[in-house]
């Protein structure tokens, strides 16, 4: 099921502006190199790469109750850019890193100072109890 939602999110990324040809119509696009290999204990490994430079490969294996996974797709965006993005989906959830995408901002000092406090001090949490 999380292979799907991960598939799914890259679909929709990878599709959401899809090419045009001159007159407005939808361009066809070849797959140049397809390759698809699923084993009987979960373990997978896919990748495709398309004519206009799209390229797409993931891995995955099955980690207890969760599935980690690992992947990277690039594409040539609208301005002639490639853009690429590797990610990781596991027990973390997914995180996708990229140039292009945004950070967060940091961590305030003061709470950068009390995250560490709490860090060195376990036996002050009172909710471990």
């Known amino acids: 099921m999380f292979k799907m939602i991960v598939l799914s999110g890259l679909l929709a990324l990878v599709s ?3 090419p045009k040809a001159a007159s407005g119509s939808l361009k066809e ?3 140049i190199k397809y390759d698809n290999t699923i084993s009987h204990d979960g373990v997978y490994k896919f990748s495709y790469e398309g004519g206009d430079g799209t390229k797409v490969e993931e ?3 099955p980690n207890g109750e969760i599935e980690t996974v690992r992947g990277s797709f690039s594409f ?3 301005d002639g850019q490639t853009y690429s993005v590797t990610y990781t989906a596991d027990e973390n ?3 996708p890193q990229a140039a292009h995408l945004p950070l967060p901002p940091p ?3 003061a ?3 009390s ?3 709490n860090l060195a001090h376990p036996e002050e949490d009172k909710s471990q109890k």
């Open 29 to 31: 696009i070849p797959i």
């Open 59 to 61: 891995s995955g294996q």
């Open 76 to 78: 040539v965006g609208l």
């Open 93 to 95: 959830g997914f995180v």
């Open 107 to 109: 961590i305030p000092e």
């Open 115 to 117: 995250i560490e406090y």
């Open 111 to 113: 709470i950068q100072r």
């Open 16 to 18: 959401a502006a899809p």
